[in-house]
């Protein structure tokens, strides 16, 4: 055995005394093992003999003792070489033994005890350093027998021990299992009966301190060793670590991300090889600072720097394993919680527009969750487990769809081929899936939604703080009238609106199974087979621009439902199922829930946003003016006669509105819950009337906001709710700077405050005379407009 040396550095630390102590030990053993070894070769041979002799001298012929006269002195002589060397053999022997047997863990656990350990680590004291990394002690296994046993393995299998003894309760409730002992027994360093939390507490600190600290070495020789690391990563499977507070589940994240930060390669090997790794996470998804840090694990995967985490949890099924939390009867609301929390951290690291320096861009994850088969699961799950599931689902479709919206894509796919821009799995995901399937179950959603217009008797009633009863609409209904407002924002997409989506998709999709084909027959050295040409797809047309006017006529509706785009065909959907006057309805009959007032508002943003000319996005706009006309345009309309209504957002919404809110205020001295939602409704038909000719896309529209309450509405309403709305808060008024700025003048403030760009309609005499208009007087207003009321 070669000797461990070390170089000291002078301190008179009590670190550098224990590590002097042990050097002498070491050496003195080392001294004695090296003289065992040169006496066990001048002693014997290995078959026992005499060293220096051959056979036939080692063996005494009697009879030449006999002739010889010196034969007694010669015998004498053998007699006194064998018994002094027997001698100082045993007496090595034995000082080799005692040496180990001093060279104990002794010295490592007094370093551990010391409190200026990690300040030394700090300082990169080399010997500490050497004695920590290279360093070991002798434990007896049986007499006469030692086992060398090195201070990484010892501090690793002393961490793991002392977090046997400890729960989430920082309790020892059960006996210790001796049956599945570590691979170094030091249990019988522990009572425990005693429950010492606290020093069970301190040596995993200690320890895990030091395997943390900033050294190279150190650092090295524990990721580098795949022995050492698994015995780590086993700590997410133990059987304490229950929540986020364990003890097992602090010190796995505190090893674990010193291990990613400062060794991520060689760290990223290690976890390339695990066959557990998903099931690992998946085993404790209920946590999310677990969570947290898969999710930097997979961050490490970039587009212009792969590391191949990606693929190995693609191959490992991540995505449908996830999708299986999303059952109500095997699994609680948190475990499905914390499943759409990890997928929607997936989904927000993997936008098609970098956030932050942990995007890696689309993916072969998310391609896969956005795959028709995965949105199926999903669509059934909704519509027949509703609850839990379904909300928690629709949470993760909504930012698949925000987190893929390839209008803001640097690469148009409608413009460019595959010669520049190769197909690749980290192409732009395609949502056309997601909105065909839903489309195609749609109506099953519009039921869940509507079923609260059926005034069902045993549902719950509550009462608000006012006194009034009324019939909650739910969390349920509320989510899946979310996913409508996204799919809304969704069928706007322009890759949506073309005809050839479908067909750039099925191509791409096509070169890039191709490429992964290739890939795996290079692998396993298969032999290629004939050339997968690729199917000539017919290239369509593009969708026709020519439209006559006015939009909305018999002939733009044929050609736009003969062969629809993936954003026309939802658009066809939601208008042949008329949903849209139905949600108004609810919006009037709960004036408090303000959730459902702001996604109603969504809802109609994101139509008066889209296009008007060679979209169906106009017959949308058009069934919210005159409703009675639109089921002329539906050609298989699933709506009976009597459920037929001539809805007109003017009259049958706002209007309706204002009158309640009059009503009311008259009571209550207050304004309903919704009409902050009403206004700003009332401003996008504002907003869209001056923004198009709306003769243009059709004379009904045209005749509604050419109506004198929509005016007298608009002009007077509307133009004094903005005016009192821009009214200084505590008094004052505004003034013009003399560049058309106007800022509030307010008295002991500098007029520098609060400059306000005069880019509205408004005059600064406007506002100048809106400082005494209140809400009273526009509760005058509304009444003496709508009302009749003088």
């Known amino acids: 055995m070669s000797f461990w040396t070390f170089g000291f550095n002078g301190s008179d630390s009590s670190i550098t005394k224990i590590l002097h102590e042990y050097m002498d030990l070491l ?84 370093i551990v005890n010391e409190s200026d350990l990690l300040g030394e680590l700090s300082r990169q004291n080399k010997v500490l350093i050497d004695f920590l990394c290279f360093g070991y002690f002798y434990t007896e296994i049986s007499p006469d027998q030692y086992l060398q046993v090195s201070h990484i393995d010892y501090l690793i299998d002393r961490l793991l021990t002392c977090l046997d003894y400890l729960d989430d309760d920082h309790i020892y409730n059960q006996p210790r299992d001796f049956s599945e002992e570590r691979p170094i027994d030091i249990a019988g360093r522990f009572d425990p009966e005693s429950g010492d939390y606290t020093e069970y507490m301190r040596e995993v600190t200690a320890i895990s301190d030091i395997f943390t600290s900033d050294n190279w070495i150190l650092n090295d020789l524990l990721v580098s060793d795949k022995t050492f690391l698994n015995r780590i990563w086993s700590l997410i499977q133990h059987k304490n670590l229950k929540c986020e507070k ?139 487990q509703r609850g839990s599931a379904l909300c928690h689902i629709v949470s993760v479709v909504i930012d698949l769809i925000r987190k893929n919206n390839s209008d803001y894509c640097a690469i148009n796919l409608l413009l460019v081929d595959a010669h520049e821009f190769p197909p690749s799995t980290r192409d732009p995901i395609f949502l056309g899936h997601l909105l065909k399937k839903v489309t195609e179950a749609f109506s099953k959603f519009c039921d869940i939604i509507l079923e609260i217009l059926n005034d069902d008797k045993d549902s719950i009633t509550l009462y608000n703080q006012l006194g009034h009863s009324f019939k909650p609409i739910g969390m349920i209904r509320i989510k899946i009238t979310e996913l409508l407002a996204e799919l809304i924002h969704c069928s706007n997409i322009m890759f949506l609106n073309s005809r050839q989506c479908e067909t750039i998709e099925l191509e791409r999709d096509a070169a890039r199974n191709k490429i992964t084909q290739e890939l795996n027959e290079a692998i396993f050295m298969t032999d290629t087979p004939d050339s997968e040409k690729l199917d000539e797809y017919n290239k369509i047309q593009e969708l026709d621009e020519t439209f006559h006017i006015p939009y909305i006529n018999s002939m733009q509706n044929v050609k736009l439902r003969k062969d629809p785009t993936l954003g026309d065909m939802f658009k066809i959907k939601l208008f042949d199922l008329q949903i849209l006057p139905k949600l108004f309805s609810i919006f009037l009959r709960h004036p408090w829930n303000n959730i459902w007032h702001t996604v109603i508002f969504d809802i109609v943003q994101q139509i008066f946003n889209g296009r008007m000319d060679s979209s169906y996005n106009s017959f949308l706009v058009y069934s919210l003016f005159y409703g009675g006309g639109s089921y002329q345009y539906m050609t298989d309309t699933i709506l009976k006669e009597e459920e ?67 005016h007298e509405l608009a002009q007077e309403i509307l133009h004094n709710t903005r005016l009192m709305s821009s009214q200084i808060l505590g008094g004052g008024s505004y003034v013009d700077d003399g560049n058309g700025n106007l800022i509030p003048q307010f008295s002991n403030l500098s007029l520098n405050q609060g400059i306000v760009q005069s880019n509205s309609d408004e005059s600064i005499n406007d506002l100048s005379n809106a400082k005494t208009l209140t809400e009273l007087d526009l509760h005058n207003m509304i009444g003496r407009l709508f009302l009749d009321i003088p």
Not at 261 to 289: A, E, K, M, Q, W
Not at 691 to 708: F, G, N, R, T, W
């Open 644 to 710: 037929r209504k001539n809805f007109n957002i003017i009259d049958d919404f706002i209007l309706q509105a204002y009158k309640s809110t009059y009503k009311f205020y008259d009571k209550h001295n207050t304004n309903l819950g919704y009409m902050g939602h009403v206004i700003l409704i009332s401003e996008e038909i504002l907003k869209f009337s001056a923004m198009y000719k709306v003769e243009l896309i059709s004379p009904d529209i045209e005749q509604v906001l050419s109506a004198d309450k929509w």
């Open 27 to 110: 050496y003195d053993l080392h001294c004695d093992e090296e003289r065992e070894d040169s006496e066990e070769g001048v002693n014997s041979d290995n078959n026992g003999n005499m060293p220096g002799l051959d056979e036939s001298e080692n063996v005494i012929d009697h009879r030449e003792l006999s002739r010889s006269s010196s034969t007694q002195s010669t015998i004498a002589s053998l007699m006194l070489f064998n018994n002094r060397h027997t001698m100082d053999n045993f007496s090595t022997m034995h000082s080799v033994r005692m040496s180990k047997s001093r060279l104990n863990d002794e010295f490592i656990t007094r």
């Open 246 to 384: 364990s003890p097992q589940l602090s010190i796995f994240l505190k090893l674990n991300r010193t291990f990613l930060l400062l060794r991520r390669n060689s760290y990223l090997n290690f976890i390339r090889g695990l066959d557990t790794f998903v099931d690992d996470f998946l085993n404790h998804i209920d946590l999310p600072i677990l969570t947290d840090f898969f999710i930097k694990i997979i961050a490490t995967d970039k587009p212009d720097n792969p590391t191949g985490i990606l693929e190995l949890l693609y191959e490992q099924d991540i995505i449908p394993k996830c999708i299986r939390f999303f059952d109500n009867e095997k699994y609680s609301d948190n475990i499905q919680l914390s499943t759409s929390e990890f997928l929607r951290s997936l989904l927000e690291i993997s936008s098609n527009v970098p956030v932050d320096e942990l995007a890696i861009g689309p993916n072969i994850l998310i391609r896969q969750l956005a795959s028709p088969e995965i949105i199926e699961q999903l669509i059934s799950t909704m519509i027949n």
